[in-house]
């Protein structure tokens, strides 16, 4: 499978506790995003990654959240003294994009979602 | 800032019918991309299409037809003699690639699509 793939896929966590979800892209992909979708609503975008690079974070939604790629391949998202309010399903898509420039563009591919409840 | 509306939350239909789905964009920009997703029950967002505000061209696809009217900023969906496996969460979504968060999409807020026997 080619595909963007997701850790865990289901998520059960006490208020408080520290959570961590993976991301594994397309192997091709150079960018990788973030996004959180609340029941009954759009995917909302959190933050994105050129290669290793974190180039937008202004959108995650508190200092509790994190995410990584250090390696330019897989990345993490970690949320810090989870909330009720953080349950959610957490989103990863991933693109290949040619060049830094603007203007181009190709699809973002998602993967399965991990889904987040936080007790 | 960008905005996507879908102003129809829930639509159902009986199998065969026709349905559209409706989408209004705003953006400052001239230049940007809007798309459709597909979620279905099993939670992940599939891709539909692709349009580039060049190209106001009407699509078709199979049972799958897209109009696309920048003067109403309107990027409509349709499906044709729809059936049961259509029944999912449509998503419309509108990507700058000139902004700073990198072709980041901006979701509206989804229409199910309930299609029933």
């Known amino acids: 499978d080619t595909g963007v793939s997701q850790d865990p896929r289901h998520k059960i966590t006490k208020r408080g506790q520290n959570v961590t979800f993976r991301c594994d892209p397309i192997?091709?992909?150079?960018?990788l995003y973030w996004y959180r979708q609340t029941l009954g609503q759009g995917p909302e975008f959190l933050t994105y990654?050129?290669?290793?690079?974190?180039?937008?974070k202004s959108r995650l939604l508190s200092d509790r959240f994190s995410a990584e790629r250090p390696k330019g391949s897989f990345s993490t998202l970690e949320i810090q003294r989870t909330e009720q309010g953080d349950s959610a399903m957490y989103l990863c898509?991933?693109?290949?994009?040619?060049?830094?420039?603007?203007?181009?563009?190709?699809?973002?591919?998602f993967g399965p979602g991990t889904r987040l409840t936080v007790l | 800032a960008q905005k996507v509306t879908q102003a129809q939350t829930e639509i159902s239909v009986v199998e065969k019918e026709d349905v559209t789905l409706d989408c209004v964009y705003e953006?400052?920009?001239?230049?940007?991309?809007l798309f459709w997703y597909k979620q279905p029950p099993s939670g992940e967002l599939v891709f539909l299409i692709r349009?580039?505000?060049?190209?106001?061209q009407n699509e078709i696809s199979g049972r799958y037809s897209w109009n696309f009217q920048k003067s109403t900023s309107s990027f409509n969906f349709t499906i044709t003699a729809s059936q049961v496996v259509d029944s999912a969460v449509y998503f419309c979504?509108?990507?700058?690639?000139?902004?700073?968060?990198?072709?980041?999409?901006?979701f509206g807020g989804g229409t199910r699509l309930m299609v029933k026997p």
């Open positions: 953006t400052r920009d001239t230049t940007y991309y």
């Open positions: 349009r580039n505000s060049f190209d106001e």
């Open positions: 192997s091709e992909h150079n960018r």
């Open positions: 898509a991933s693109s290949y994009v040619p060049g830094q420039g603007s203007g181009s563009y190709n699809e973002q591919f």
């Open positions: 979504a509108l990507s700058d690639p000139q902004n700073n968060a990198g072709n980041m999409l901006t």
């Open positions: 990654f050129q290669n290793e690079a974190q180039l937008e």
